[in-house]
């Protein structure tokens, strides 16, 4: 990792105000074999039928090493500012092809020739990933304002021990010695505990919630609510969580969502 790459990680946004509304909705992008693309990217086409995707300044590109690439020099390629990532795509079934392309804001795999299944890979010039995402560290961690349009945070993204100490800071301010309960789940739907409120955070660029104590969201005066959903127009989106050592932050996860999730706190 670069020196000073991650400096102001730590959150300090809690005294920020967002105004008031009856809900706070993030779409997000999302879906089995797709990965988000920041807007205002370049995208330009590889000699090996990749598409290489360059990133506006302020995002990072951190996952895990794919399956034979998880060695030290490869682990430190997570934080390698510049970069630029590949979107490719290979055919699984027994013929056909798959080619990337870009659509509603993802790189994703258009199959032809026959083709019925297609597996996307995600990469650098150095190595290839198993998952991941782009984050911006310059944001941290803060409530998120009630029109921003998020992408969700995805599985392992706290896996980073970076992010994960950040939102560990963020979550030691916001509870202080009070206990760290879980959402209540309500039928596809998730609840707040008596005396706490759902609160809407974006985390490095990227949408998720917390359970808050009903007095801290008072003195914060931040855009909660009581209740909270995922939903999906096409397959499924549900509510998880990612663990760091001051408590859980919970997200939809998108993995079996085809179309667009939603994030819905109100």
Request: proline content about 6%; charged content about 20%; glycine content about 14%.
């Amino acid at each position: 990792m670069r020196q000073g790459m991650w400096s102001g990680l730590a959150a300090a946004a809690i005294g920020v105000t967002v105004a008031a509304a009856p809900a706070w909705s993030a779409e997000q992008a999302c879906g089995t074999g797709k990965l988000w693309i920041p807007e205002g990217s370049r995208v330009e086409a590889g000699e090996d039928r990749s598409l290489r995707i360059f990133a506006p300044a302020g995002f990072v590109y951190v996952g895990e090493p794919a399956p034979g690439w998880e060695t030290a020099a490869a682990l430190a390629e997570l934080s390698k500012k510049e970069d630029d990532v590949k979107c490719s795509c290979t055919c699984t079934s027994s013929s056909g092809s798959c080619s990337p392309s870009v659509l509603n804001g993802n790189c994703s795999c258009t199959a032809s020739g026959g083709c019925t299944a297609c597996s996307l890979t995600v990469g650098t010039a150095r190595m290839e990933y198993g998952g991941g995402g782009f984050v911006q560290p310059g944001v941290g961690v803060r409530f998120a304002g009630k029109d921003e349009r998020l992408p969700p945070i995805f599985p392992g993204m706290l896996s980073h021990p970076e992010l994960r100490r950040g939102v560990a800071d963020f979550l030691r301010r916001l509870y202080g010695d009070a206990p760290r309960p879980a959402p209540i789940d309500d039928g596809g739907a998730f609840q707040a505990p008596a005396g706490h409120r759902l609160v809407a955070l974006n985390v490095y660029g990227r949408a998720g919630f917390v359970v808050a104590p009903e007095a801290a969201v008072r003195s914060l005066a931040r855009k909660e609510g009581g209740g909270g959903s995922c939903s999906c127009t096409s397959g499924t989106c549900t509510y998880d969580s990612q663990w760091t050592p001051e408590g859980r932050i919970y997200y939809c996860n998108a993995a079996e969502c085809r179309g667009t999730c939603t994030l819905t706190v109100s």
